[in-house]
């Protein structure tokens, strides 16, 4: 294949860094380490307290803000002037467009109006760094501007399509016009890419590939296991999608059982404090702890001091928490949804429960707060499964091939696939 990206490429994502998205942050890291040249985007400013580590301040500031300079009057209109004196026809195109893909009310298409302002800016952007190749993390709205950008400035683009919220909307952000755009897509699961192929013609159907978020099984567990503490961990923005009140009400159960456990609850959120009530509420005390958001690096030291994680979430995609628990040998307990399953095997990695399940998760807790030998062997297997198939090196090795192909359609779903 010749490889057709020559200038730098550029990332962009709703907000960027969030602590709840570090998984982003590892792969700009690794596409850097294998020698392509990544510019940061993020549509809005990020909150003070997601830059948790000198990671994430580093990349704050090094990172174009779309929203903030689109919010200077003067600014927006030399973008969009710029644009158009260099390619009316394309700015015309995505005002077209702008139009044709807007969801319908007058709310939705203020917002599709919003996004039309700031792709100028970010086009602008894009052409004066030289840019080559634009790519998106999550198909909401941030990829509604990149389709518009990438409009715009002739750049191609593509989309990393997570799930699950987007396949509650699919028609209302447009999926199938951007996966018929789009140079190509990145799907983080077999699961992922089958919810695409409902919604994008069968024509398309060949750029959608498997392309998974990942870690650096070096940086997790590399301290051998020699103690078995009964030490609980939860990694996770405490939203209601996560179902911590389940894990608050499998801990209060367990309490007679396994008076000597604890739990750390990693993450912040908007359930922060009804969360905490509960807890109170049960008696908890200091069985657990909220710890609040934490850098990569703290996560890593507390994974190497925990004994297992606990995920009962409602929906995901596929977790890079788990990815890191697994990788820090540490047996793992997930709600059996979406892709989860595609990452841990149930009796051998972990357990997997039926989603809201509370008895259930219940069982399993006990299962491995009381049998430490069965978590030791778990923990060997989930590690294994991280080296094998979620090595963020890896990965982000496929990705760059694909970002660097003349055509990524004729490239296989998977790197090895027939």
């Given amino acids: 294949m010749v490889e057709t990206c020559q200038g730098p490429v550029a990332y962009l994502s709703g907000e960027y860094p969030r602590a709840t998205d570090t998984f982003i942050q590892r792969e700009v890291a690794q596409l850097r380490a294998q020698g392509l040249e990544v510019l940061t985007?993020?549509?809005?400013?990020?909150?003070?307290?997601?830059?948790?580590?000198?990671?994430?301040?580093?990349?704050f500031a090094a990172t174009f803000q779309v929203q903030q300079q689109a919010k200077n009057p003067a600014h927006l209109v030399r973008a969009h002037l710029s644009v158009l004196r260099r390619a009316p026809g394309r700015?015309?195109?995505a005002a077209a467009l702008a139009w044709r893909i807007a969801p319908p009310g007058i709310r939705a298409g203020l917002w599709q109006l919003f996004y039309f302002l700031q792709a100028a800016v970010l086009a602008d952007h894009l052409r004066k760094r030289g840019v080559s190749h634009l790519h998106n993390h999550f198909a909401n709205s941030s990829c509604s501007v990149a389709i518009l950008a990438s409009r715009m400035s002739?750049?191609?683009f593509s989309f990393t399509m997570h799930g699950p919220a987007i396949f509650y909307e699919p028609k209302h952000w447009r999926i199938d016009e951007k996966m018929?755009?789009?140079?190509f897509i990145s799907c983080i699961s077999h699961f992922c890419r089958a919810q695409g192929m409902m919604f994008a013609d069968q024509a398309h159907w060949p750029k959608l590939k498997i392309v998974h978020c990942g870690v650096d099984p070096d940086k997790y567990g590399q301290t051998p296991r020699t103690t078995f503490g009964k030490h609980i961990v939860f990694v996770g923005r405490l939203d209601a999608i996560k179902g911590v009140p389940l894990?608050?009400?499998a801990v209060a159960a367990l309490r007679e059982r396994h008076p000597d456990a604890r739990v750390s609850i990693v993450g912040d959120g908007p359930h922060r404090a009804q969360l905490e009530q509960q807890a109170a509420r049960l008696g908890l005390g200091e069985m657990v702890h909220f710890l609040g958001y934490r850098s990569q690096d703290a996560v890593a030291d507390l994974l190497a001091q925990a004994d297992m994680l606990v995920l009962p979430s409602f929906a995901e995609g596929v977790p890079v928490v788990l990815m890191e628990a697994m990788a820090a040998r540490l047996p793992v307990i997930a709600s059996q949804v979406a892709g989860v399953g595609e990452l841990v095997e149930d009796g051998v990695s972990g357990h997997l429960i039926p989603a809201g399940d509370t008895q259930s998760l219940i069982a399993r807790m006990d299962h491995l707060l009381s049998h430490p030998e069965v978590c030791a062997k778990m923990g060997e297997?989930?590690?294994?499964?991280?080296?094998?198939?979620?090595d963020i090196r890896k990965e982000a090795a496929w990705l760059k091939t694909l970002i660097t192909s003349d055509d990524p359609a004729d490239r296989p779903l998977r790197p090895g696939d027939l």
């Fill in 41 to 59: 985007c993020s549509i809005r400013k990020t909150d003070s307290k997601h830059h948790v580590g000198p990671e994430q301040r580093a990349e």
């Fill in 154 to 156: 002739g750049i191609p």
């Fill in 91 to 93: 700015w015309f195109g």
């Fill in 381 to 390: 297997a989930g590690r294994a499964k991280v080296v094998a198939d979620f």
């Fill in 247 to 249: 894990l608050l009400d």
């Fill in 180 to 183: 018929a755009r789009a140079k």
